[in-house]
């Protein structure tokens, strides 16, 4: 089966520009899960999404915010952009909590 | 707040040979996830092996074994008949609950790098 598809793969965008990252999780997982990876912070827990609903949210700015929709793919939104966002977002979906989570291949993200 | 450990930033291996990443993690809660992800060049994060805090027996996967100490809270990865394929950065995470939210989310070390010498 399909695996997790995030699109797009790279995006470089100016400061203070929004962006919109996508993401489709696997067949039949309701939990998708964004997390920012940096080279100085590692990877670091944005939100949780679990059926349309935001469940769990990390230590980000408002400027970061997500979304569900009803086939569980799933969106994150960074707005007026600055230097520091540049990073690799990463997604994962998961079936249930117990069975592990399966991560897309990230889109990476330079803000000049 | 739960934290997870990686000593090792950088390690190397001769193809064929066996090699051994640590990991501890911090924590207060007596039941949990543990888990290994291998990061190639591709950037998808692969999940290599997952261990249940309160399964006593070591999580094993074909050539990746875990030594699981719960009272020392480490957690280390065994790679043995180390294969070219295997250099890539290697997580160690924590599956963390979160009671206000009532979800799970993953805790992650900085990483190791592996590089497998042939």
């Known amino acids: 089966k399909a695996g997790v598809t995030q699109t797009p793969r790279y995006l470089i965008k100016t400061r203070g520009q929004q962006v919109t990252l996508s993401c489709s999780p696997i067949s039949g997982h309701r939990s998708v899960s964004w997390y920012q990876q940096t080279p100085g912070q590692g990877l670091q827990f944005l939100f949780e999404y679990f059926s349309e609903t935001q469940r769990n949210k990390g230590n980000f700015p408002g400027r970061f915010s997500g979304r569900q929709f009803s086939n569980s793919r799933s969106e994150m939104n960074v707005s007026t952009l600055e230097l520091g966002d540049s990073a690799l977002y990463l997604c994962?979906?998961?079936?249930?909590?117990?069975?592990?989570?399966?991560f897309g291949s990230g889109t990476r993200l330079t803000v000049v | 707040a739960q934290t997870v450990t990686q000593s090792q930033p950088e390690m190397s291996v001769q193809e064929a040979e066996t090699v051994t990443l640590s990991c501890t993690y911090d924590?207060?809660?007596?039941?949990?996830?543990l888990f290994w992800y291998k990061q190639p060049p591709s950037r998808q994060m692969i999940l290599v092996i997952r261990?249940?805090?309160?399964?006593?027996q070591n999580a094993t996967e074909n050539r990746f074994s875990v030594n699981f100490q719960k009272a020392a809270k480490s957690f280390s990865l065994k790679i043995s008949d180390s294969q070219l394929g295997d250099a890539a950065m290697y997580f160690c995470?924590?599956?963390?609950?979160?009671?206000?939210?009532?979800?799970?989310?993953?805790?992650f070390g900085k990483g190791t790098k592996l590089s497998v010498i042939p």
């Open positions: 994962a979906s998961s079936y249930g909590d117990i069975y592990g989570y399966t």
């Open positions: 261990q249940e805090a309160y399964k006593q």
């Open positions: 924590t207060s809660e007596s039941d949990y996830y």
């Open positions: 995470a924590y599956r963390t609950f979160n009671s206000g939210a009532g979800s799970y989310q993953l805790t």
